[in-house]
């Protein structure tokens, strides 16, 4: 079986007459938009309008998405290609572009007072929900004076700000004693990956130079999240949004209410994520309560690890086709015709990804096989994501990009499919390290997302009244996570620093990009847990729910499979099943 995939249906290459050809078609598309965005007038057939918009913009849509993912694909697939690369920056300008002309569109659909309802029952019924959702975002956008002022001045902003942390982090070392008595100087990045190290003194050093590292620029990272923050409380108020938080739910297509019932059912589990850790300090042999740093100290021998790539899709075409067929044949064509690259060789980036051709109704997927089970998962999951666009390619291709909270529902269920088949054979040995993988990560999405939500909660609120010192900032870090951990952690040995060292608290485009996560793995399993209830019969309804995550509500995506996301017993259907794992791996 072939482990590269084939990029021949987006084009053969660079110098191909089609790529070039589709290049010079976009700018003409390009200016197409600009003029007709430019020449929209106060009164009109706005109907015809908005027909000629979706035709346009969805032929733009399609051109950049083929022409970008080609050379992000390229250039992923060998990152010495200097050619993918040039061509990446090239199509994003083009994309700016595009990104004036839409302004322009949305501020005219918002001023005019149009009620996209009219629209059902018409050709453009479908895209209701899209104008509807323009329609919100052109009454935030201020006038064209100050938004020109906010985005030049947000590249010395917000921008230099996060350029400076990435910078601190970046050029950050520690100094660790290794065994000899001596001291060694290193990245704090590897540093922090000693934490999954097997031995508990290497973990316990590694987290002591990390501290100190992190003293050492304290004060900068703090001047720089103070900043960030600062900015984007400013910008919420301009926009007319009540809060930092509601313009990211406005974006996820959220309500609050669904946050707090989620964390709501969140807070009752808690208890069982500390009986898992404590279960875990017991099992590394300590007397007392676990330390953060050893959080993920492996405790269980590695899972199988002797999957062919053969076998492994074997097993995943197999184990899907246990959910519907149409699962099953979907994995097994992405395998057959080339659309996975799983090969492990120089050049190649790493790590693991999905992207969906929306514009040729197929998908790539990037993975570095090595045989283990975690490889195999993750190749599942992956597929999933691929199997969510394919569930949404019959839409206009306006309609296929759905909000981050619903981005890891099918990846997520495609992996406990994958999860729950595999213990169904394991013997004790595997099973043990397939439920430690499994809780130990649910713990980081579940347990520790709550504690960053808390944070940021409280940081957001500290910082408008005022900038939050490098202490301020450690005690609220501490409070959110003693409120998480609980007593499964040892109160005196948390993670203070955090704040300084977790990227998304200094991404100015990235508040509160915690709930995102606990949402996404709750609501799959909490779907994977209906599926279990009704059976076969589920499965076409979660079809076409994944082809409705484009055009409705994150609300109205749940009511497709009967549920409601304000009610407190979906969550707690979810947890459920992970507190099912944890009692299995207590026993164990
Ligand atoms: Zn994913």
């Given at each position: 079986m072939n482990m590269r995939w084939n990029l021949d249906a987006l084009y053969t290459s660079f110098d191909a007459p089609e790529f070039i050809g589709d290049c010079r078609k976009l700018d003409s598309k390009n200016e197409e938009y600009e003029n007709f965005a430019e020449s929209l007038p106060a009164g009109g057939n706005i109907p015809?309008?908005?027909?000629?918009?979706?035709?346009?913009?969805?032929?733009?849509?399609?051109?950049?998405?083929?022409?970008?993912?080609?050379?992000?694909?390229?250039?992923?697939?060998?990152?010495?290609?200097?050619?993918?690369?040039?061509?990446?920056?090239?199509i994003m300008v083009r994309q700016n572009r595009t990104s004036l002309a839409d302004v322009r569109f949305i501020k005219w659909l918002a001023a005019s007072g149009f009620d996209p309802e009219t629209l059902r029952g018409t050709s453009l019924e479908d895209c209701i929900f899209h104008f509807e959702e323009l329609i919100t975002k052109g009454r935030h956008i201020l006038d064209d004076q100050t938004e020109q002022i906010i985005s030049d001045m947000k590249l010395t902003g917000s921008s230099a700000w996060m350029n400076l942390h990435n910078v601190l982090i970046g050029s950050l070392?520690?100094?660790i004693s290794t065994a000899n008595g001596r001291s060694?100087?290193?990245?704090?990045?590897?540093?922090?990956?000693?934490?999954?190290?097997?031995?508990?003194?290497?973990?316990?050093?590694?987290?002591?130079?990390?501290?100190?590292?992190?003293?050492?620029?304290?004060?900068?990272?703090?001047?720089?999240?103070?900043?960030?923050?600062?900015?984007?409380?400013?910008?919420?108020?301009?926009?007319?949004?009540?809060?930092?938080?509601?313009?990211?739910?406005?974006?996820?297509?959220?309500?609050?209410?669904?946050?707090?019932?989620?964390?709501?059912?969140?807070?009752?589990y808690?208890?069982?994520f500390r009986a898992y850790y404590k279960k875990k300090a017991k099992m590394l042999g300590l007397s007392g309560s676990l330390p953060f740093y050893d959080i993920f100290a492996p405790v269980t021998t590695k899972a199988q690890s002797d999957f062919t790539y053969e076998n492994a899709a074997d097993f995943i075409v197999e184990k899907f086709s246990t959910f519907s067929r149409k699962l099953g044949d979907f994995a097994r064509n992405a395998f057959e015709n080339n659309w996975i690259d799983a090969e492990i060789r120089e050049g190649k980036v790493g790590g693991a990804f999905c992207e969906n051709l929306f514009a040729?109704?197929?998908?790539?997927?990037?993975?570095?096989?090595?045989?283990?089970?975690?490889?195999?998962?993750?190749?599942?999951?992956?597929?999933?994501?691929?199997?969510?666009?394919?569930?949404?390619s019959n839409n206009v291709i306006l309609n296929t990009s759905?909000?981050?909270?619903?981005?890891?529902?099918?990846?997520?269920?495609?992996?406990?499919?994958?999860?729950?088949?595999?213990?169904?054979?394991?013997?004790?040995?595997?099973?043990?390290?397939?439920?430690?993988?499994?809780?130990?990560?649910?713990?980081?999405?579940?347990?520790?997302?709550?504690?960053?939500?808390?944070?940021?909660?409280?940081?957001?609120?500290?910082?408008?009244?005022?900038?939050?010192?490098?202490?301020?900032?450690?005690?609220?870090?501490?409070?959110?996570?003693?409120?998480?951990?609980?007593?499964?952690?040892d109160e005196k040995v948390l993670h203070p620093y955090l704040w300084l060292i977790k990227p998304h608290y200094y991404n100015p485009d990235w508040n509160f990009y915690n709930f995102p996560y606990a949402f996404g793995l709750l609501f799959a399993k909490g779907l994977y847990a209906k599926y279990t209830e009704t059976g076969s019969s589920f499965t076409e309804k979660y079809e076409f729910l994944l082809s409705e995550t484009g055009k409705r509500s994150v609300t109205d995506v749940a009511k497709i499979?009967?549920?409601?996301?304000?009610?407190?017993?979906?969550?707690?259907?979810?947890?459920?099943?992970?507190?099912?794992?944890?009692?299995?791996?207590?026993?164990?």
């Open positions: 015809e309008l908005l027909k000629k918009y979706v035709a346009l913009r969805s032929e733009i849509t399609a051109l950049t998405e083929k022409l970008i993912c080609f050379a992000n694909l390229s250039f992923c697939a060998d990152t010495n290609n200097a050619k993918a690369n040039s061509y990446i920056e090239l070392t520690g100094e060694e100087i290193k990245p704090i990045s590897q540093i922090r990956t000693l934490a999954y190290s097997e031995n508990a003194e290497t973990r316990k050093k590694a987290y002591d130079a990390e501290m100190r590292a992190y003293r050492k620029v304290e004060k900068a990272a703090a001047a720089c999240i103070n900043a960030i923050k600062g900015e984007s409380i400013t910008l919420a108020r301009m926009r007319g949004y009540a809060s930092p938080l509601e313009m990211v739910l406005t974006k996820n297509r959220m309500e609050k209410s669904i946050i707090d019932t989620m964390f709501a059912a969140i807070k009752e808690l208890p069982c040729i109704s197929q998908s790539r997927i990037l993975a570095n096989f090595g045989g283990s089970y975690n490889d195999v998962t993750t190749i599942a999951h992956e597929l999933g994501h691929a199997f969510h666009g394919h569930c949404l759905y909000p981050s909270p619903l981005a890891e529902t099918a990846s997520i269920f495609c992996e406990t499919i994958i999860n729950k088949a595999a213990l169904k054979e394991a013997d004790k040995e595997t099973s043990l390290a397939i439920l430690e993988a499994d809780i130990s990560s649910a713990g980081q999405v579940i347990v520790d997302i709550y504690s960053r939500y808390l944070f940021e909660t409280a940081l957001f609120k500290a910082r408008e009244t005022a900038p939050l010192s490098p202490e301020q900032l450690c005690e609220e870090m501490t409070k959110a996570q003693i409120a998480s951990y609980g007593d499964g952690l499979v009967d549920v409601d996301l304000n009610d407190i017993n979906f969550w707690k259907n979810s947890l459920e099943l992970i507190k099912e794992d944890i009692s299995k791996f207590l026993d164990l």
